[in-house]
């Protein structure tokens, strides 16, 4: 097994239980559909985590060309990794009051959503710094503009209460991200 194929294995797991934790929760409300209201912004933020998490484990798999694996790499990489799990939790906490509404608890947890949101894409900045300046410099434009813009919208959320804002937000992010992964991996997902 090589560094990149013994790495490769835990990250997966991670997002692979982020993943299957979205799944869950969405099954939940599938399967029991009087336990718990549904709300369609919440909704569209777990598709929103869910292409995310598929493009960064996809993305993930470009790192076999690393020659030389630095534990700085591997913890960085894992830290992303449970990062977008803690987002999973946060969209779908493992203990949810019967008859809930994910209205109010989209709310209610904003802050804490967009706030590891904003880590998420600070992260993804340093973890593209640690594969060298040549590496950070060969990315598009776009990637640092995208980035600046996600954040201040991301903190503009943590602020907000308005729907139109949430909704609007959220549809224009996975817009975005389905451009993302067919213009950077030439196929679609």
Not at 133 to 153: G, N
Request: glycine fraction near 8%.
């Amino acid at each position: 097994m090589t560094e990149f194929e013994y790495i490769a294995v835990l990250i997966s797991i991670v997002v692979g239980l982020g993943i299957t934790h979205l799944l869950g929760g969405v099954g939940r409300l599938i399967g029991r559909p009087g336990s718990a209201k549904a709300y369609w912004i919440h909704l569209l933020w777990v598709v929103y985590v869910f292409l995310y998490l598929i493009q960064f484990w996809w993305w993930e798999f470009s790192l076999s060309g690393v020659e030389t694996w630095r534990f700085e790499l591997y913890f960085f990489l894992i830290i992303y990794a449970v990062l977008l799990y803690l987002l999973c939790v946060i969209l779908f906490p493992r203990q949810f009051p019967e008859g809930g509404d994910y209205h109010d608890h989209f709310y209610a947890r904003r802050g804490w959503f967009f706030g590891l949101f904003i880590v998420v894409y600070i992260v993804d900045v340093f973890d593209t710094l640690f594969k060298g300046t040549d590496y950070f410099m060969s990315q598009p434009v776009e990637y640092l503009i995208s980035t600046a813009a996600f954040v201040a919208l991301f903190a503009v959320a943590i602020l907000s209460r308005n729907a139109r804002f949430h909704g609007a937000y959220v549809i224009g992010a996975i817009v975005y991200q389905w451009s993302w992964f067919v213009r950077s991996f030439g196929t679609m997902p």
